[in-house]
C-alpha cells in the first residue's frame, strides 16, 4: 500500500455543541478571539449565542463581518488590520464556507505576511497559524474540517484555491441546530456542495481507505436526506444527518483533494459570483460522465450510494445509474440545471478553460484532461 496520511480536527458534533465555543477557545489558550461572520448569520442570532458562551468562560472577543459571498482579496486587508491592532491571539469563524475561508486567510497574512495571492497552490504556508476554532452554519462547505481555503482574485476573477495542512482548524463545532435558519436554495445549493465534495473525493487519484469510507457514507446520507431537508427547515433529523454528510465529505475532500468539477466550478463563481453549491450542482452529472471511463467500479458504488437499483446490470450499465441518479436528485431539490440559468454565456468558455487547467483540484482528477475536453463540458452543460 501506498503512504498515506489524514488529517482532520479535533471535532465537537451535536445538538447544543455551540456551547462549547468559550471552551474551546479557553482549551486552546486564547485570551480574545476574532470572530469572523457575515450580517446574514449576525441577523440569525447564531453570533449572539455564540458570544454568550464566551462571556462565560470570560474569553474576549472582537466581532468582524465585512465581508462577501464568494469572499474576494480585496476585502482581506481590512480583517488583517483589525485582527492585528485589536490584539486577538485566536480566530474563530461563524458562518458558512466564506466566513470560514476568510477566517482561515486572515489567520495567514497576520502571522505569515505578505498577500494571500502568495499562498495559492500547495503547501505554501511555512508559519504556524493562530488557534481556529469553527462553527459552521451551513452544511456544505466542509471548511470546519478542511486543509482548503478559496479565495477570488479579484484582477483575475478567479477563484485561488490554497491547500496545507496548516488551514485545518483545532476545532470544528458542528451544531445541527444552527442549519434551521438557512432557507430551501441554500439549502439545496450547500447540500450539493457536499456531494460534489463526496464524489470527487470518492474517484480522487488520491483517495485512500480512510478517505473512501467517509466519501460514499456522504453520499448515502445525503441521497437519503437532502430533499427532506430542503422541504422542512425544522426537520432536525434531516439537519442532523446534512450536517454529518457535510462533515464526512469534508474529511473526504480535505485529505483526498478534489477533481475537475472543482476546478472547472471555481472559474464560473470567480466570474460571475454565483452560488459555489449551484454551479457544482449544474456541472456533476456532466462531469461524472466524463471522468466514468476512468473508474467504472467506482461510479457503480457511487450510483448504489445514490440509490439506484443496479441489480443484473453489466458494469458500464450500473456505473452510467450514477449519473443518472445525480440528475434525479438535482431535479428533486429544484436547482438550476444549465449554466446559462446563472447567466454563463458561450463568449467566456475558452477563458474559463484555460484557467480551470490551472487549478489545483484538478491534480488528482481520476482521468487526464485537456483544454479541448474542459471547453466540451463546458459547452454541453450550457
Ligand atoms: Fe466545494
Same mark, same amino acid.
Do not use: F, W
Given at each position: 500500500m501506498d503512504i498515506n496520511k489524514f488529517v482532520a480536527p479535533e471535532i465537537i458534533f451535536g *445538538?447544543?455543541?455551540?456551547?462549547?465555543a468559550g471552551e474551546s477557545l479557553q482549551r486552546l489558550g486564547a485570551r480574545k478571539a476574532f470572530v469572523v461572520t457575515d450580517k446574514g448569520v449576525i441577523k440569525s442570532r447564531w453570533v449572539e449565542k455564540a458570544l454568550f458562551h464566551l462571556d462565560q468562560a470570560r474569553v474576549e472577543y472582537e466581532v468582524w463581518s465585512d465581508l462577501t459571498t464568494n =469572499?474576494? $482579496? %480585496?476585502?482581506?486587508k481590512a480583517g488583517v488590520e483589525r485582527y492585528l491592532s485589536s490584539g486577538c491571539d485566536a480566530v474563530m469563524a461563524v458562518g458558512g464556507g466564506s466566513p470560514i475561508d476568510v477566517a482561515k486567510a486572515i489567520a495567514v497574512i497576520a502571522t505569515?505576511?505578505?498577500?494571500?495571492? $502568495?499562498?495559492?497552490?500547495?503547501?505554501?504556508i511555512t508559519k504556524p497559524l493562530p488557534p481556529m476554532v469553527i462553527l459552521p452554519t451551513?452544511?456544505?462547505?466542509?471548511?470546519?474540517?478542511?486543509q482548503f481555503a478559496i479565495i477570488v482574485d479579484t484582477k483575475r476573477k478567479v477563484k485561488m484555491t490554497i491547500i496545507s495542512k496548516?488551514?485545518? =482548524? $483545532?476545532i470544528a463545532l458542528v451544531d =445541527? %441546530?444552527?442549519?434551521?435558519?438557512?432557507?430551501a436554495r441554500l439549502t439545496a445549493a450547500t447540500g450539493m456542495d457536499a456531494l460534489s465534495h463526496a464524489v470527487e473525493s470518492y474517484v480522487s487519484?488520491?483517495?485512500?481507505p480512510l478517505t473512501d469510507i467517509f466519501a460514499l457514507n456522504a453520499i448515502k446520507l445525503i441521497t437519503d436526506n437532502l430533499s427532506e431537508s430542503v422541504a422542512c427547515s425544522t426537520n432536525l433529523k434531516a439537519k442532523e444527518s446534512m450536517a454529518m454528510a457535510s462533515l464526512q465529505a469534508g474529511l473526504a475532500f480535505s485529505n483526498a483533494i478534489l477533481g475537475i468539477t472543482h476546478a472547472m466550478t471555481h472559474q464560473i463563481d470567480g466570474l460571475l459570483d454565483s452560488h459555489h453549491g449551484e454551479t457544482n450542482a449544474i456541472l456533476l452529472p456532466y462531469t461524472m460522465e466524463y471522468n466514468l471511463i476512468a473508474n467504472a467500479d467506482r461510479f457503480c458504488n457511487i450510483a448504489q450510494a445514490l440509490g439506484?437499483?443496479?441489480?443484473?446490470?453489466?458494469k458500464w450499465k450500473a456505473a452510467e445509474k450514477a449519473v443518472q441518479g445525480m440528475r434525479r436528485l438535482v431535479k428533486n431539490i429544484g436547482l438550476?440545471?444549465?449554466?446559462s440559468d446563472i447567466g454563463? $454565456?458561450?463568449?467566456v468558455i475558452e477563458k474559463l478553460a484555460q484557467n480551470a487547467l490551472k487549478?489545483?483540484? *484538478?491534480?488528482?482528477? =481520476?482521468r487526464d484532461t485537456n483544454l479541448k475536453d474542459i471547453i466540451a463540458i463546458y459547452r454541453k452543460a450550457l
Open positions: *445538538l447544543g455543541a455551540i456551547s462549547q =469572499p474576494k $482579496d %480585496v476585502e482581506l505569515n505576511g505578505g498577500l494571500i495571492h $502568495d499562498y495559492e497552490g500547495i503547501n505554501k451551513t452544511a456544505g462547505s466542509g471548511s470546519e474540517v478542511s496548516s488551514l485545518v =482548524p $483545532d =445541527p %441546530v444552527m442549519l434551521q435558519t438557512k432557507d487519484l488520491a483517495a485512500t439506484e437499483d443496479v441489480a443484473g446490470l453489466s438550476p440545471k444549465r449554466l454563463l $454565456d458561450s463568449t487549478d489545483s483540484c *484538478l491534480i488528482t482528477n =481520476p
